[in-house]
C-alpha cells in the first residue's frame, strides 16, 4: 500500500531537485481547455498524457494547467505551449500521442510541431 | 460527455472559474442511485444567476461557467435523477446530482485521472475528494499531501506518480478493478 510516509521521501528527493532548478528558471508553461467543450472533446486524455510523459522524462520545469475556453470548441483539446522568450504556440485537435510528440520536439527539441498548430494545412 | 467523472470534472472546473480555492467532491454509489456533490468556497451566483446556470447555461464576459450544467441535469434527468444547485454570491456554491441506476446511468469511467489533473493543474487549489460505495470509502486530499511535501510541488514527478499509484490501489480497494472499468 502506498504511503503518506513515502512522500516524505519523495520530498528529500525533490530538494536537491528543486536547487537544480532554481538555477534553470526557464519554466515551460502549457496550458490545456478544460471548459465543458474541452472536457467533451477528450482534455482529460491530453493532460494525462503530458503529465505522464513529462514525469517518465523527469522533465521537472514545465508547468502543466488548466485554461478556459477561447472560443474554439471546435478545435478542442487545445494546448498552448510557451517557452520563455518565444511566441506561444497553439496546438489545436490535440489527442494523447500528439501530446507526446508535442514533448519530444516542441519541449525537448526546442522545434515547433507545425503540423498541429492552429492553421495548419490539413 | 456520458462519464459520471467527467461530470465531476465539469463541475470541479466550474468552481475553479468561480475563484475556489477549496472544492470538495463526494461521489456516493448506493446500490440504486449514486449521487455527486461538488460544494466550492468561489464568488457563488445570485438567485437568478443559478437559475440561468442550471436551466440554459450561465455565461460571464471571461469565461463560460456553468455551462455544463444543464447537460449534467439532462442526463440525470433520464435516468429518473435530477441536479439541484445552492449558491450564495461571495459565498460559494453546492451542486448535488443524483443518478439512479439503470440502463440510462453513465458509468463512472477514470476518476482517478480526473483526481489528479485537478489536483496537479490547480496547485494553487485545494480539493478533498470522497468516494464511498457499498460501505467502503477513500479519501483524497491535497491539502494533507501538501503539508508532507513543502516546498515540493504536487506537481513535481515523484509526487504526481506517487498520487497516480495511491489512488489506483484506493479505487481498487473501493471497486474492485482498474478505475477505467468501473460502471455505475
Redesign the interface.
Known amino acids: 500500500?502506498?504511503s503518506?510516509a513515502?512522500?516524505?521521501a519523495?520530498?528529500e528527493?525533490?530538494?536537491l531537485?528543486?536547487n537544480l532548478r532554481h538555477e534553470s528558471p526557464d519554466n515551460v508553461s502549457v496550458k490545456?481547455g478544460?471548459?465543458?467543450c474541452g472536457?467533451?472533446a477528450g482534455a482529460?486524455?491530453v493532460?494525462?498524457a503530458f503529465?505522464d510523459e513529462?514525469?517518465k522524462r523527469?522533465?521537472?520545469n514545465v508547468?502543466?494547467?488548466?485554461m478556459?475556453?477561447i472560443d474554439k470548441c471546435d478545435k478542442e483539446p487545445i494546448a498552448v505551449v510557451e517557452v520563455p522568450g518565444e511566441e506561444k504556440v497553439t496546438y489545436v485537435n490535440m489527442t494523447p500521442e500528439k501530446a507526446v510528440r508535442v514533448i519530444e520536439e516542441h519541449i525537448v527539441n526546442k522545434k515547433v510541431v507545425a503540423e498541429y498548430t492552429d492553421g495548419a494545412a490539413v | 460527455?456520458n462519464e459520471l467523472s467527467?461530470f465531476v470534472?465539469?463541475l470541479a472546473?466550474n468552481s475553479?472559474?468561480a475563484g475556489a480555492l477549496l472544492v470538495k467532491a463526494e461521489v456516493r454509489s448506493a446500490p440504486e442511485s449514486v449521487e455527486i456533490t461538488v460544494t466550492d468556497d468561489g464568488e457563488g451566483m445570485t438567485a437568478e444567476q443559478s437559475r440561468d446556470a442550471v436551466n440554459t447555461g450561465y455565461t460571464t464576459k471571461?469565461?463560460?461557467r456553468g455551462?455544463?450544467l444543464p447537460?449534467i441535469k439532462a442526463a440525470a434527468e433520464k435516468t429518473g435523477g435530477g441536479l439541484s444547485l445552492s449558491s450564495r454570491a461571495g459565498k460559494g456554491t453546492k451542486v448535488r446530482v443524483r443518478f439512479i441506476k439503470n440502463e440510462y446511468c453513465p458509468p463512472m469511467g477514470?476518476i482517478n485521472?480526473?483526481i489528479?489533473?485537478l489536483a496537479?493543474?490547480?496547485s494553487n487549489m485545494d480539493f478533498r475528494f470522497e468516494i464511498e460505495q457499498s460501505g467502503k470509502r477513500m479519501t483524497f486530499d491535497t491539502r494533507?499531501?501538501k503539508e508532507?511535501?513543502?516546498?515540493?510541488k504536487i506537481?513535481?514527478?515523484?509526487?504526481?506518480?506517487?498520487i497516480r499509484?495511491?489512488l489506483n490501489?484506493q479505487t481498487e480497494f473501493i471497486f474492485g478493478g482498474a478505475a477505467n472499468e468501473i460502471t455505475c
Do not use: F, N
Not at chain 1, 63 to 66: E, F, M, Q
Not at chain 2, 148 to 152: F, H, K, M, S
Open positions: 500500500m502506498k503518506l513515502e512522500l516524505q519523495i520530498r528527493k525533490t530538494r531537485q528543486l490545456v478544460l471548459a465543458t472536457i467533451a482529460r486524455e493532460i494525462c503529465v513529462l514525469e523527469g522533465i521537472e508547468t502543466v494547467t488548466a478556459g475556453c | 460527455m467527467l470534472l465539469e472546473e475553479a472559474e471571461s469565461g463560460r455551462r455544463g447537460l477514470d485521472s480526473v489528479r489533473i496537479i493543474c490547480h494533507v499531501i508532507r511535501i513543502a516546498p515540493a506537481s513535481s514527478g515523484g509526487v504526481s506518480s506517487w499509484e495511491y490501489e
